[in-house]
């Protein structure tokens, strides 16, 4: 027993890694290791040898594990020291960089638009989601019998037959907040009424929830001269083009009079998009001179006072601007789609020099 001891108690302390160490322990403990086929020999042995002998197996096997464990002990922390002494750590580096979260196109957009036409003079006015049938449709010209006011077409609240409120719904544009903030400011004024409204609408270019911005500005002398010279400088700052043309074409809106569809000259050659130049035109927004209902039901004398509104849809240009083909993917898309569209904050154009940060 003292042969084996020191036989393996030498070898254990001579090995350098522990690649030499499993052999040695193998060689000792393994199935076939030495200890272990004297282990076997003790069925051989009368009961007073088994005795005997048994007993200092296991207190030898009891020992070489234990200088086995020790050594790997002794290994592992003399390899951590050796990694300490040879690598280091410069704790004045900057961390690693983490993924940050992005922007939706459409909040960078609504704040895209927001700046220019604060550099403009125009000032944020904001109202409810849920409206009344009266600022969505009435105080703005539209007669009951419109489509609009059809339940195909407008998401209107539930009431109980008994209910005698007026009736509610969804907005369909930010126009409500205009006659919001003529009631509460008067004239003049000048604001822009970003926002989400809802209509009955889904397709490649439609969403039952979209975002626009309509704009307000009302003075003594304010004509259609003044709302082209507006929209020309927001479509420069916008789409950061030295130059645009637009287009007016006569339509018809309820609270505008006259009123007009604009477009814009652009060309799609190769399938891509550029603004203010080329042979195509674009239509990009609708327009007009307030009516003057709209300015009556808002407290306004339209014989003393005048001005023009218009409508963007939000998620278009963000669309025409960013190259994004179908409106349904601002609403559906999981976050790869957004990684690859976000926006870094604070990447804000102005109408005086393209993007500020």
Same mark, same amino acid.
């Given at each position: 027993?003292?042969? &084996?001891?020191?036989?393996?108690?030498?070898?254990?302390?001579?090995?350098?890694?522990?690649?030499?160490?499993?052999?040695?322990?193998?060689?000792? $403990?393994?199935?076939?290791?030495?200890?272990?086929?004297?282990?076997?020999?003790?069925?051989?042995?009368? *009961?007073?040898?088994?005795?005997?002998? #048994?007993?200092?197996?296991?207190?030898?096997?009891?020992?070489?594990?234990?200088?086995? /464990?020790?050594?790997?002990?002794?290994?592992?922390?003399?390899?951590?020291?050796?990694?300490?002494? +040879?690598?280091?750590?410069?704790?004045? &580096?900057?961390?690693?960089?983490?993924?940050?979260?992005?922007?939706?196109?459409?909040?960078?957009?609504?704040?895209?638009?927001?700046?220019? !036409?604060?550099?403009?003079?125009?000032?944020?006015?904001?109202?409810?989601?849920?409206?009344?049938?009266?600022?969505?449709?009435?105080?703005?010209?539209?007669?009951?019998?419109?489509?609009?006011?059809?339940?195909?077409?407008?998401? %209107?609240?539930?009431?109980?037959?008994?209910?005698? /409120?007026?009736?509610?719904?969804?907005?369909?544009?930010?126009?409500?907040?205009?006659?919001?903030?003529?009631?509460?400011?008067?004239?003049?004024? /000048?604001?822009?009424?970003?926002?989400?409204?809802?209509?009955?609408?889904?397709?490649?270019?439609?969403?039952?929830?979209?975002?626009?911005?309509?704009?307000?500005?009302? #003075?003594?002398?304010?004509?259609?001269?003044?709302?082209?010279?507006?929209?020309?400088?927001?479509?420069?700052? !916008?789409?950061?083009?030295?130059?645009?043309?637009?287009?007016?074409?006569?339509?018809?809106? *309820?609270?505008?009079?006259?009123?007009?569809?604009?477009?814009?000259?652009?060309?799609?050659?190769?399938?891509? &998009?550029?603004?203010?130049?080329?042979? +195509?035109?674009?239509?990009?927004?609708?327009? #007009?001179?307030?009516?003057?209902?709209?300015?009556?039901?808002?407290?306004?004398?339209?014989?003393?006072?005048?001005? %023009?509104?218009?409508?963007?849809?939000?998620?278009?240009?963000?669309?025409?601007?960013?190259?994004? *083909?179908? $409106?349904?993917?601002?609403?559906?898309?999981?976050?790869?789609?957004?990684?690859?569209? #976000?926006?870094?904050? &604070?990447?804000?154009?102005?109408? %005086?020099?393209?993007?500020?940060?």
């Amino acid at each position: 027993m003292d042969a &084996l001891r020191n036989k393996f108690l030498s070898a254990i302390d001579a090995v350098a890694d522990e690649a030499a160490l499993e052999e040695v322990r193998l060689a000792a $403990l393994g199935k076939k290791g030495e200890i272990s086929l004297k282990m076997r020999e003790l069925g051989k042995m009368t *009961p007073e040898e088994r005795q005997t002998v #048994g007993k200092s197996l296991n207190v030898l096997k009891d020992e070489i594990d234990a200088a086995l /464990r020790a050594k790997k002990t002794a290994l592992a922390d003399a390899a951590l020291d050796a990694r300490l002494r +040879d690598e280091w750590l410069d704790v004045t &580096l900057p961390a690693r960089p983490r993924r940050q979260g992005t922007i939706h196109p459409v909040s960078q957009v609504m704040d895209e638009v927001t700046a220019i !036409f604060a550099d403009m003079g125009f000032a944020v006015a904001e109202g409810p989601q849920v409206e009344s049938d009266w600022y969505n449709f009435d105080a703005l010209n539209i007669a009951p019998e419109h489509p609009a006011r059809q339940e195909h077409d407008t998401f %209107f609240m539930n009431r109980d037959a008994a209910d005698p /409120r007026p009736p509610h719904v969804l907005r369909t544009h930010t126009s409500p907040v205009q006659i919001r903030a003529m009631q509460k400011q008067g004239a003049p004024i /000048r604001v822009i009424a970003p926002g989400r409204v809802y209509r009955m609408d889904m397709d490649q270019t439609h969403t039952p929830m979209f975002h626009q911005v309509e704009g307000l500005a009302l #003075g003594k002398d304010i004509s259609m001269a003044n709302l082209k010279w507006v929209l020309e400088e927001f479509c420069k700052a !916008f789409f950061e083009v030295d130059e645009v043309e637009l287009r007016f074409r006569a339509s018809h809106f *309820p609270f505008t009079e006259p009123s007009a569809e604009v477009d814009i000259r652009c060309s799609w050659e190769g399938g891509q &998009l550029k603004i203010g130049e080329g042979k +195509d035109w674009m239509e990009i927004l609708g327009s #007009g001179m307030v009516h003057p209902k709209v300015l009556e039901a808002a407290g306004i004398d339209p014989n003393e006072w005048q001005g %023009f509104a218009f409508g963007i849809g939000i998620d278009r240009l963000a669309m025409l601007k960013y190259g994004i *083909p179908d $409106l349904r993917a601002f609403f559906d898309s999981d976050l790869r789609w957004l990684r690859h569209y #976000g926006f870094a904050a &604070l990447d804000l154009p102005t109408v %005086f020099g393209g993007l500020s940060k």
